[in-house]
Nanobody, 114 residues
Framework: QVQLVESGGGLVQPGGSLRLSCSSS????????MGWYRQAPGKQRDLVAT???????NYGNPVKGRFTISRDNTKNTVYLQMNNLKPEDTAVYYC????????WGQGTQVTVSS
């Protein structure tokens, strides 16, 4: 049973932008730390960004200055704005919710290619 649902992935050229969204009909995000992680084929799953319930953010070094995580508790949605995309950003992007329990989405594919 899917707990979190990601959307917004797709194919984009280097230098382009995408916005990913994560939402849930099963859990209420408000108290959770939310995060985005990514995994390329044959690679480990790496931190992209997190945002706490109070809005404090943290980013993995490869995306600092290019990606922005945000949340809208009214819409029960978390976003990842990705700008100036690079081929090395190509991966499946996963949404995570963490409070007392931990939940993961199924992922959405982001491909950056010319």
């Amino acid at each position: 049973q899917v707990q979190l649902v990601e959307s917004g992935g797709g194919l984009v050229q280097p230098g382009g932008s995408l916005r990913l969204s994560c939402s849930s009909s099963k859990i209420i995000f408000r108290p959770y730390t939310m995060g985005w992680y990514r995994q390329a084929p044959g690679k480990q799953r790496d931190l992209v960004a997190t945002i706490t319930s109070r809005g404090s953010t943290n980013y993995g070094n490869p995306v600092k200055g290019r990606f922005t995580i945000s949340r809208d508790n009214t819409k029960n949605t978390v976003y990842l704005q990705m700008n100036n995309l690079k081929p090395e950003d190509t991966a499946v992007y996963y949404c995570r919710a963490n409070y007392v329990s931990e939940y993961w989405g199924q992922g959405t594919q982001v491909t950056v290619s010319s």
